[in-house]
């Protein structure tokens, strides 16, 4: 994953990429909680109405600051609601190989008592299949599972494919491929910068 936190002059917002977090969502939406609930327990993302809403009403709190969206929009659904309050001066799209993807995804456990997140690949526990902290045994939950972790790749793939060419249509889509971060990070960097100001040294601290 690519980070930019504390290098540009603008909001990060992040679309809520794991099941805890977007649970945590549908549960503060309780008019359409119930239906989140049956697309979790399925390895599925949320409903796209309900990203949407919530990501539209924290963007419209913002309209005097520079943002970067980090997941968003992901259908055409969502960049058809973005167009009604703004206009993106830039889109980056990353290309990375599916099963490169699915590795890195499925290779995430969890502490339930505590909630801590391990990753076997970048972020291994010192013990292995052993929280750090209590010595208790990890779980993979269900949607981190390889399968379902497949299965969403090609759900997402299926529903980005027109937003990706509703950008390139428009002139601001660039795309970068690679497995590797230390390698496709300049190319953004070197991209972001020409729109937005980096932070100098003392501004970063």
Not at 50 to 74: A, C, N
Not at 76 to 85: F, K, P, R, V
Not at 155 to 172: C, F, H, Q, S, T
Request: hydrophobic fraction near 40%; proline fraction near 7%.
């Amino acid at each position: 994953m690519l980070d930019y936190s504390g290098r540009f002059q603008q909001q990060i917002i992040k679309l809520w990429n794991s099941m805890p977090q977007q649970a945590a969502i549908a549960t503060s939406l309780k008019d359409v909680g119930i239906l989140a609930k049956q697309y979790l327990e399925k390895g599925l993302l949320v409903p796209d109405h309900v990203f949407t809403r919530v990501m539209i009403t924290e963007l419209e709190k913002m309209q005097t600051q520079p943002w970067l969206l980090d997941g968003f929009p992901r259908t055409l659904g969502q960049a058809e609601a973005l167009d009604t309050i703004c206009e993106l001066d830039l889109v980056i799209s990353l290309n990375i190989p599916f099963e490169s993807l699915k590795d890195r995804l499925s290779a995430r456990w969890i502490h339930p008592a505590s909630g801590r997140v391990y990753n076997m690949e970048f972020n291994p526990p010192q013990v292995h299949g052993v929280d750090d902290v209590t010595g208790e045994p990890l779980i993979q939950r269900e949607d981190d599972k390889p399968e379902a972790v497949a299965a969403r790749l090609r759900k997402y793939k299926d529903a980005a494919k027109p937003v990706m060419e509703l950008y390139k249509n428009r002139g601001i889509l660039h795309s970068f491929s690679g497995t590797e971060t230390n390698k496709i990070w300049p190319y953004v960097y070197s991209l972001v910068s020409s729109k937005i100001p980096p932070l100098q040294a003392k501004e970063a601290n």
